[in-house]
């Protein structure tokens, strides 16, 4: 094309909202998270009536018990969702979604960790943990994203690409 255009599959798709973070529906959010959990508070007017408002006004003022978080493994194993994490060597969840970053060089995937016994998953809790990530019988070390890696400061999407 003298555009410079190239096919691109459905791959590409969830290989790039992966990396920049964007939710799918039906991996990373489901009916049973709330945007507060899976860091889409954002979304919600608290302001006005919408159904579900009184779980995401109360969970803004106490907390959540599982939070969405975004991991990468520098090894080049393949994460395909449903790899269990471990924070400081317990189990906390598992991955929803994951594969490769091509962009990153990396392995990646999202996954929800969840406490134990109901206390608040806070950013320090999350912060302050070392964590692994289990594929096929093995663990390998994962780093902690806060903010999807790529992008994080969503310079890209606005036309900054320096």
């Known amino acids: 094309s003298s555009h410079g ?7 590409a798709i969830d290989s790039l909202s992966l990396e920049k973070g964007y939710r799918h529906w039906h991996g990373d959010v489901r009916s049973d998270d709330t945007p507060h959990e ?7 007017n608290l302001g006005k009536d919408f159904l579900g408002r009184d779980v995401v006004a109360k ?5 959540v018990i599982k939070r969405l978080a975004c991991f990468t493994i520098d090894s080049h194993t393949p994460l395909h969702g449903q790899e269990i994490i471990y924070r400081n060597g317990k189990v906390m969840g598992y991955l929803r979604r994951a594969g490769y970053a091509y962009y990153l060089k990396k392995s990646m995937g999202f ?5 134990a016994d109901a206390s608040p998953i806070t950013t320090d809790f999350l912060s302050s943990g070392s964590y692994e990530i289990e594929s096929m019988g093995d663990k390998f070390s994962a780093s902690l994203h806060l903010r ?3 992008d994080p400061k969503d310079q890209r999407v606005r036309g900054n690409y320096s």
């Open 5 to 11: 255009l190239r096919n691109a599959g459905y791959r």
């Open 38 to 44: 899976a860091g889409l508070s954002f979304t919600c």
């Open 59 to 63: 969970q803004k003022k106490e907390g």
């Open 111 to 115: 996954g929800y960790i969840q406490s």
């Open 148 to 150: 999807s890696p790529f």
